[in-house]
């Protein structure tokens, strides 16, 4: 085939290169934001079995070296659209864990004003763009983002990408296909990451994919494909920050795939009772966290009481965090119909529930 | 003042709208090469280019909501959805983003995005493709609907929807694109969420949208030799709906009759009834009529699809009906 388009689709490296060529502050970097993402959803757990936190909950618990690697492969002036398992993405990503256990709490402070809960985070600052409930709904709007990126500028190692997440079961659904053909038709600076934890809730990636090697769905569009493992922090990022310079430079869209393992059930309230007692057994020991620890401390790079260190200030960052929401005042009542629209709407019915839609003036009115 | 097409008006109004906006682009099926299904976009390729002009795959939700991503980094994208039956393949994208993306991030993201498409029977185009499904979307916070009936507001709704910040979805109609009407030169801009007093008169008020309203001023003209003031409404925007108008209109003719393309149970109909008799219960003399479409999925064979459909001599009865009901003429 002369079609220098076509791209191939490969399992990446299942172990990245040696920690001797890595910064060792970036790498304990890397051990503090897995080791505080960890303490965060711990935290988050419990204080959903203590009611400070309603809702759906889904936790990073297992995902934390795919967090890290893949933050740590984003620029700055890049766009994040994540799904709804994204509390640490936006901590990594560097969203004070205050207003993001704030969201979680349902606080004004929080990171989206209350408005959104565990599945909505938003924060212009660090353009993280939600924080999505619907599965695989992010994915047709981030593909937007990257038409606008393109629409306004143009390929080259300065300008800003789009990296949109999705969960392993989310491959089987229509906004999936649409989403990537139309990226691929119209090469937009795009890198699609396949979070793949192996369970869509209770459904294994077997029993709902057809392919279930899932980077391989790539080779229907024409586009780059590849599978890194996602215990592996350095693994990660290495792979995303290759895949996001194609996509910036080029305008090459890519589908990247992580493979790690969810701790605990989908959500907080989900047991988990269709994992077998050795499923369990293999996810506690591909725990990336103690892993990287041992990593790190076997090459010298971090020593036992540094790393003692890192886990107590994450416990107390999140600790922190709780404090912050806690006190944070919940939204007013009054502010209930603020930033439902952005221009002002002449007209619109601003009834409470009981409230009349139209009364009659007073006679000699 | 120029005589035009509703087609038309909403051609001239896309053109001067991306020529005033480079931010506006246009994103749809066949609305490039093809010219557009029903040829609203004749040209505009060839003038603006396919970087403004965006031919896309069969692909209603990818599309739609690649619409509102772009719309959230702040360009202001104009979708056509080739008809509104098939909106249902973007639903989620319209219900559970376009709506509720601005709230659910506390108000950090604006999308200011338009949706174009038509609804409506008539066509002989049997059940799936004739519906009126603008309920469903007039039904959601977060989102505005207007229905223009003429070709002045198919100008000045649409101008209002491109340069609004949020949602709009701008209800086209199959069966008035050919329509002819007085169209504002320049700058015309109507403001959205404002109902249109078509046509004044004191015995009855007649409120309509879209298709509808043309029929019930066609009528109220016709009644007018035997003696009958109608007064007719256009609704305009569903979302928001003008209840204000409705209610003032009501309270002057203490008769209203309602005329909708959609099925009445649940219709938009239902709702404007409801204010009715909330905002003008004591002013009136008899019930609150409908006259809507019957409840089948719209069949094929002509005289079907015509006796399934409100027309004019329906809403007529229904007129008579009620105003013998309260005692009109005697």
């Given at each position: 085939m002369a079609d220098t388009r076509r791209r191939t689709a490969r399992a990446g490296k299942t172990r990245s290169r040696s920690l001797a060529h890595e910064d060792q502050e970036v790498l304990r970097g890397y051990y503090r934001q897995m080791t505080l993402i960890r303490a965060f959803e711990l935290r988050a757990a419990e204080m959903y079995t203590r009611a400070k936190i309603g809702g759906y909950c889904h936790l990073n618990?297992?995902?934390?070296?795919?967090?890290?690697?893949?933050?740590?492969?984003?620029?700055?002036?890049?766009?994040?659209?994540?799904?709804?398992?994204?509390?640490?993405?936006?901590?990594?990503?560097?969203?004070?864990?205050?207003?993001?256990?704030?969201?979680?709490?349902?606080?004004?402070?929080?990171?989206?004003?209350?408005?959104?809960?565990?599945?909505?985070?938003?924060?212009?600052?660090?353009?993280?763009?939600?924080?999505?409930?619907?599965?695989?709904?992010?994915?047709?709007?981030?593909?937007?983002?990257?038409?606008?990126?393109?629409?306004?500028?143009?390929?080259?190692?300065?300008?800003?990408?789009?990296?949109?997440?999705?969960?392993?079961?989310?491959?089987?659904?229509?906004?999936?296909?649409?989403?990537?053909?139309?990226?691929?038709?119209?090469?937009?600076?795009?890198?699609?990451?396949?979070?793949?934890?192996?369970?869509?809730?209770?459904?294994?990636?077997?029993?709902?994919?057809?392919?279930?090697?899932?980077?391989?769905?790539?080779?229907?569009?024409?586009?780059?494909?590849?599978?890194?493992?996602?215990?592996?922090?350095?693994?990660?990022?290495?792979?995303?920050?290759?895949?996001?310079?194609?996509?910036?430079?080029?305008?090459?869209?890519?589908?990247?795939?992580?493979?790690?393992?969810?701790?605990?059930?989908?959500?907080?309230?989900?047991?988990?009772?269709?994992?077998?007692?050795?499923?369990?057994?293999?996810?506690?020991?591909?725990?990336?966290l103690p892993a990287f620890r041992a990593r790190l401390t076997a090459a010298g790079v971090l020593g036992e009481d540094a790393a003692t260190q890192i886990e107590a200030e994450a416990d107390k960052a999140a600790a922190a965090a709780v404090d912050f929401a806690d006190a944070s005042p919940a939204p007013e009542v009054s502010t209930l119909f603020d930033g439902v629209y952005a221009s002002p709407v002449p007209g619109l019915y601003r009834g409470m529930p009981g409230d009349p839609v139209a009364s009659v003036p007073a006679a000699g009115a | 003042m120029t005589t035009v097409t509703y087609r038309q008006a909403l051609h001239d109004t896309l053109r001067a709208e991306m020529l005033r906006d480079e931010d506006i682009f246009l994103i749809g099926e066949e609305i490039g090469v093809f010219e557009g299904s029903y040829k609203i976009t004749a040209g505009l390729l060839a003038e603006f280019g396919p970087r403004r002009v965006r031919d896309t795959p069969i692909a209603e939700e990818g599309f739609t909501g690649m619409a509102i991503g772009a719309a959230m980094l702040g360009l202001r994208p104009v979708v056509e959805i080739m008809t509104i039956n098939f909106s249902l393949l973007a639903i989620d994208q319209i219900i559970n983003n376009a709506a509720k993306l601005r709230a659910v991030s506390g108000g950090q993201v604006r999308v200011p995005m338009v949706i174009r498409t038509p609804g409506g029977g008539g066509q002989q185009l049997s059940a799936t493709h004739s519906q009126n499904l603008e309920v469903f979307y007039a039904h959601v916070p977060g989102l505005k609907v207007v229905a223009p009936s003429t070709p002045a507001d198919a100008k000045g709704l649409l101008a209002s929807a491109i340069r609004d910040d949020d949602p709009v979805l701008v209800l086209e109609n199959l069966a008035l694109y050919n329509t002819r009407g007085e169209v504002p030169d320049g700058e015309h801009v109507t403001e959205i969420g404002q109902a249109g007093v078509l046509r004044e008169g004191s015995d009855i008020t007649l409120i309509g949208y879209s298709r509808a309203a043309v029929i019930a001023l066609g009528v109220a003209r016709r009644l007018e030799a035997d003696g009958i003031s109608a007064e007719v409404i256009d609704l305009r925007s569903l979302r928001p709906l003008d209840r204000d108008t409705i209610c003032a209109s009501v309270r002057k003719t203490s008769r209203a009759v309602i005329i909708e393309d959609d099925w009445l149970?649940?219709?938009?109909?239902?709702?404007?009834?409801?204010?009715?008799?909330?905002?003008?219960?004591?002013?009136?003399?008899?019930?609150?009529r409908r006259v809507a479409a019957a409840e089948v999925p719209l069949p094929y064979a002509k005289p079907l699809e015509l006796a399934a459909l409100p027309d004019a001599g329906a809403l007529t009865r229904v007129i008579q009906e009620t105003l013998r009901a309260t005692g009109f003429g005697r």
């Open positions: 618990l297992g995902e934390e070296a795919t967090v890290v690697g893949l933050m740590a492969a984003l620029r700055e002036d890049d766009y994040l659209f994540a799904t709804y398992r994204e509390h640490g993405y936006a901590l990594a990503r560097g969203a004070d864990p205050g207003r993001v256990m704030a969201e979680l709490f349902g606080r004004a402070s929080g990171l989206s004003g209350g408005r959104g809960g565990s599945m909505h985070m938003f924060d212009q600052e660090i353009r993280l763009f939600g924080g999505y409930g619907i599965v695989g709904a992010q994915m047709p709007v981030a593909t937007g983002a990257a038409l606008a990126l393109a629409y306004r500028g143009g390929p080259g190692p300065g300008s800003p990408a789009v990296m949109c997440l999705l969960g392993d079961a989310t491959t089987n659904i229509g906004a999936f296909h649409e989403s990537l053909n139309l990226a691929a038709l119209w090469q937009l600076p795009i890198v699609y990451v396949i979070v793949n934890n192996q369970l869509g809730m209770g459904t294994s990636v077997q029993a709902s994919s057809a392919e279930p090697d899932l980077y391989k769905r790539c080779c229907a569009y024409r586009i780059e494909g590849q599978r890194a493992d996602g215990n592996d922090v350095l693994a990660v990022r290495d792979a995303a920050r290759a895949a996001l310079e194609r996509a910036r430079g080029e305008y090459r869209p890519a589908l990247l795939e992580t493979v790690s393992y969810r701790l605990r059930g989908h959500s907080v309230v989900d047991p988990a009772k269709y994992r077998s007692a050795e499923e369990n057994d293999r996810a506690r020991a591909a725990d990336p | 149970s649940y219709g938009i109909g239902a709702e404007v009834a409801a204010t009715v008799q909330e905002g003008a219960f004591d002013y009136l003399d008899a019930p609150v």
